[in-house]
Structures are given as structure tokens and as C-alpha cells.
């Protein structure tokens, strides 16, 4: 074997592991971020469970917006102007997120995805439970924060084989 033919191979086997450094690398970030990010959904769950505005502020952009079955389309300015009133109305007993899963749109953008259990009432009336939800989370100064979020308490069953 040729000396040349020896160094091509031990370039492509440092540039191998190089690659799979990488990876590994890249991997062990995205897992060290999905936990962060689960962390801060139950971080914002907790402060609406609380009526904490300053977390609530901390993580929500204001440029984004909201859908749920109890307060409908609002903009998280509006929510943010509200609050006060909300954390009023909203009496929480209870909760847990669970089944969380974290899907990826690029390296700075990514969707949380679970479901929420819990007890309490907001005007009176009980909060639905379950609810599936949903936060896409983008990476802005240097920080994740929650650019829209969805609910949906009821899920329609299927339609019977045969019939439409």
C-alpha cells in the first residue's frame, strides 16, 4: 500500500469519526433542548395555574397567538393584557402534562406536543379535561419563547365502517 493511499484513508477515517462526533454531538444538544423546552411549557402551565405573569411574560412572544377551546383566537398580547383578569377567573386545583413529544421544523423552531390533565374551573365553568395541546417554540435572542399554542379538549370519535 502506498504511503498517499494511507493518508486518504486516515483522512476519511478522522473525517468519519469527525461526522459521528458531530452527530452524537448535535443529538445530545436537541435532547438537552427538548428538556428544556418541556421544562418551560410546564414552567408557563404552572404560571397560568398561579397567575405568575412574569413567567407568563418571560416565555410568551408577543407577536404570537393562541387557540383554545375556552378563550377562542386571542394574540398572546391580549392575553398578556388580560392576565390579570384570567388568573381571577382561573382556579386550578391540579394538573400534569404527559406524553410529550417533541417534533423539529429546523434548528430553532420546534413543536411540543402533550396532554394536559388536571382540575379546576375559570368563570365557574370546569376546565376540560384532557386537553391536547400544542406550543411551537422559536429561538429568539438567544432564548426559546412560545410563538403559538393550541388546545383541544374533544376529540370526535370516528365514523362508523359503512357510514359517512
Known amino acids: ?11 476519511g477515517l478522522i473525517a468519519l469519526v469527525f461526522l ?5 454531538s448535535t443529538l445530545a444538544q436537541d435532547a438537552a433542548t427538548e428538556k428544556t423546552l418541556i421544562a418551560n411549557e410546564r414552567a408557563v402551565m404552572d404560571a397560568f395555574a398561579k397567575g405568575n405573569r412574569a413567567t407568563v411574560e418571560k416565555y410568551l412572544t408577543r407577536d404570537g397567538f393562541g ?3 375556552m378563550m377562542g383566537r386571542m394574540t398572546n398580547a391580549e392575553t398578556l393584557k ?3 383578569q384570567m388568573a381571577k377567573d382561573m382556579k386550578i386545583t391540579s394538573w400534569t402534562i404527559s406524553d410529550e413529544k417533541v417534533l423539529w421544523a429546523d434548528p430553532n423552531t420546534a413543536i411540543v406536543n402533550y396532554t394536559w390533565t388536571g382540575k379546576g374551573t ?5 376546565i376540560p379535561s384532557p386537553t391536547f395541546a400544542s ?3 422559536t429561538k429568539r435572542g ?3 419563547v412560545a410563538l403559538f399554542h ?6 370526535a370519535a370516528p365514523p362508523a365502517p359503512g357510514k359517512k
Open 67 to 69: 387557540v383554545d377551546p
Open 82 to 84: 388580560m392576565f390579570d
Open 122 to 126: 375559570y368563570q365557574g365553568q370546569p
Open 150 to 155: 393550541q388546545e383541544t379538549s374533544k376529540i
Open 1 to 11: 500500500m502506498r504511503r498517499s493511499d494511507m493518508m486518504n484513508g486516515r483522512h
Open 135 to 137: 406550543t411551537v417554540w
Open 142 to 144: 438567544g432564548n426559546w
Open 20 to 24: 459521528a462526533m458531530t452527530v452524537t
